[in-house]
């Protein structure tokens, strides 16, 4: 057990001076206790419950080591001081005993893991602490298992029955059955949530590595629908396979995490461009890995309402299900509070995501066909190229292991190396776009004779296409380039 790492932490020892000096009662409960318990990485995230006045102590404690501090809920006495240093970030959430001690504050929590305690003063003395475990979590630890410490616990913040897959996810526990049952009695009280906190958990757990996982345990609970009800019809729409439209957005999410954890056996060159890509932050919570995994389970929500075509034992179509699904998306991800720049990233790649197996469909994948694809989409364009991968190996009834099957589908042979290509092409060629171009627009009105209009914004978005692609390097290729041009205008 890694309790020196806790001795060694100059905010716990500040704590431990402030409260032994006030003569008041402090234990570190909750989620640092139990990573403690389980050998796993302290987070930079500490939960302490106090017997005594809350708001003077955090106060003091933000004075001691120069931290911001502000209430989060006074009614229940619970305060954060938040410590920045550079680009670390810390917070410390003090909570007032709930009851008479501690134990029954414990009793009063969400999962007999999490309603472990230490005396702050313990943790200092030489020798093992003393934990305190009124519900067995430690044993529960122990056994991986996840279990409530009452149905009225899930009641009281419903909240607590989606963080319960979110934990099993996150720990690789196990919900054990009889807490399983008092989430599906309780379930539709998640209703009672509001959007930004259960966007919280539902992005903290897409930002795992087996969040299909925790995508498949929502679906088994009931969850799934009572959070995201426009996946209604989804299990009974088949998509003209031997999928329904829920099982391929479930094999899409795990196509994406199967691409996602071997970047460095598909895409070997660019796998630290794209792992730094993958790892950014988007908004408070939510990485572009989290988010991609969203788009890659709801690219196809418009099915749902698109109208099918196909017969003769071929593939059904969906006409415009892009377009359908743009809208469902973007009215999902504003229920959820998403930010504007996600919902943008959300809706351009729902309408956008056909757009790699239509290239598929073409003799040849130009420099042109590339260029214009990125230069619509941006940075985009590589979770675009990625999820049309996910999507192909989530319609095929394959295993997601590496190296992938010789024997796949012509079709996904196909995407995969077309994606192959715009992923290098992006990093080796597009990026490295110049700075400056070669002529401007009023050089080429000049050097050619002619006056404003379309025609020299087309000529000179061709002069960039040019330029990238390594086609033309000096002003006099340019113009050489310019006045051989007109068959494409």
Request: positive net charge; proline residues 3%.
């Amino acid at each position: 057990m890694e309790i020196q790492l806790l001795k060694k932490s100059k905010i716990l020892e500040a704590i431990r001076r402030l409260t032994q000096r006030r003569k008041e009662e402090v234990y570190l409960v909750g989620g640092a206790v139990r990573d403690l318990l389980l050998g796993r990485p302290l987070g930079k995230d500490f939960d302490f419950a106090v017997l005594g006045d809350v708001e003077s102590l955090v106060k003091e404690v933000a004075r001691e080591i120069g931290g911001h501090v502000f209430p989060l809920e006074e009614a229940f006495g619970t305060w954060r001081v938040i410590l920045k240093k550079k680009k670390k970030r810390v917070e410390l959430d003090f909570s007032r005993i709930q009851g008479r001690d501690i134990n029954e504050d414990l009793r009063q929590r969400d999962f007999t893991v999490n309603s472990i305690a230490v005396s702050l003063k313990d943790i200092f003395h030489s020798g093992d602490p003393c934990f305190i475990d009124p519900l067995n979590g430690l044993s529960d630890v122990r056994k991986r298992l996840l279990r409530a410490d009452s149905e009225d616990s899930l009641r009281q913040d419903p909240l607590r029955i989606l963080r319960a897959f979110r934990f099993a996810c996150t720990l690789k526990f196990s919900v054990e059955d009889e807490t399983w049952r008092m989430i599906q009695r309780n379930r539709d009280l998640i209703k009672r949530s509001a959007g930004e906190r259960i966007r919280a958990e539902l992005f903290a757990g897409l930002g795992e590595k087996e969040s299909s996982r925790f995508l498949r345990h929502l679906r088994q609970a009931g969850l799934l629908e009572e959070i995201l009800p426009e996946m209604g019809g989804w299990e009974k729409l088949n998509l003209g396979g031997e999928f329904s439209l829920l099982e391929h957005a479930l094999r899409t999410v795990e196509g994406a995490e199967f691409i996602l954890s071997h970047l460095q056996d598909l895409y070997p060159h660019e796998t630290a461009f794209l792992s730094s890509h993958f790892s950014q932050t988007e908004e408070e919570g939510i990485t572009r890995t989290a988010l991609f995994k969203f788009i890659a389970f709801f690219h196809d929500s418009g099915k749902t309402v698109a109208a099918p075509h196909g017969s003769g034992g071929l593939a059904a179509r969906f006409l415009d299900h892009d377009q359908e699904g743009e809208k469902i998306n973007t009215t999902v991800a504003r229920r959820l509070k998403l930010s504007r720049r996600s919902i943008r990233i959300i809706s351009d790649l729902t309408r956008q995501h056909m757009r790699v197996s239509g290239l598929a469909k073409a003799r040849e994948v130009t420099a042109r066909a590339k260029y214009r694809l990125f230069q619509d989409m941006g940075r985009e364009g590589i979770d675009l190229a990625l999820l049309s991968f996910a999507n192909a190996l989530g319609s095929n009834s394959i295993q997601f292991r590496y190296p992938l099957p010789p024997d796949m589908s012509e079709e996904l042979k196909r995407i995969k190396k077309i994606v192959e290509g715009l992923v290098g092409y992006y990093s080796e060629e597009f990026i490295r776009k110049p700075a400056q171009p070669l002529l401007d627009g009023k050089e080429v009105m000049e050097l050619l004779g002619i006056g404003q209009g379309k025609n020299v914004g087309i000529l000179l978005q061709r002069l960039q296409e040019a330029e990238i692609s390594g086609k033309v390097s000096t002003k006099e290729e340019a113009l050489q380039f310019l006045k051989n041009i007109d068959k494409f205008l």
